[in-house]
Nanobody, 124 residues
Framework: QVQLVESGGGLVQAGGSLRLSCAAS????????VGWFRQAPGKEREFVAA??????FYADFVKGRFSISRDNAKNMVYLQMSNLKPEDTAVYYC???????????????????WGQGTQVTVSS
């Protein structure tokens, strides 16, 4: 199995930046599709970003503000978030899938592994 542990969340003012990190276990990590979902209070989980090898995919609402990357040698996934808005407030989850392709990246059910989440709070 792959185990995922997120870190880097916190409180930030609108317009500020945060970098989330996800530490993953597993020798086959490099072959996994990895990404980030988030869930705000009272809302459904929503897709944020994903990366398949070196190809990145983003939800429209984070275009130009968030950047996903991975370091396979370190089994790490990152989400660099800039120009944060209050509506970005949510618990952010690192996710991994053994086989998810680009056509289904936005569907939470395709991800086999989830981290415990890290809270991001953006104040006005």
């Amino acid at each position: 199995q792959v185990q995922l542990v997120e870190s880097g969340g916190g409180l930030v003012q609108a317009g500020g930046s945060l970098r989330l990190s996800c530490a993953a276990s597993g020798r086959t990590f490099s072959s996994y599709t990895v990404g980030w979902f988030r869930q705000a209070p009272g809302k459904e989980r929503e897709f944020v970003a994903a990366i398949i090898w070196t190809v990145t995919f983003y939800a429209d609402f984070v275009k130009g503000r968030f950047s996903i990357s991975r370091d396979n040698a370190k089994n790490m996934v990152y989400l660099q978030m800039s120009n944060l808005k209050p509506e970005d407030t949510a618990v952010y989850y690192c996710v991994a899938s053994r086989s998810a392709g680009r056509e289904v990246l936005g569907r939470s059910e395709v991800y086999d592994y989830w981290g415990q989440g890290t809270q991001v709070t953006v104040s006005s």
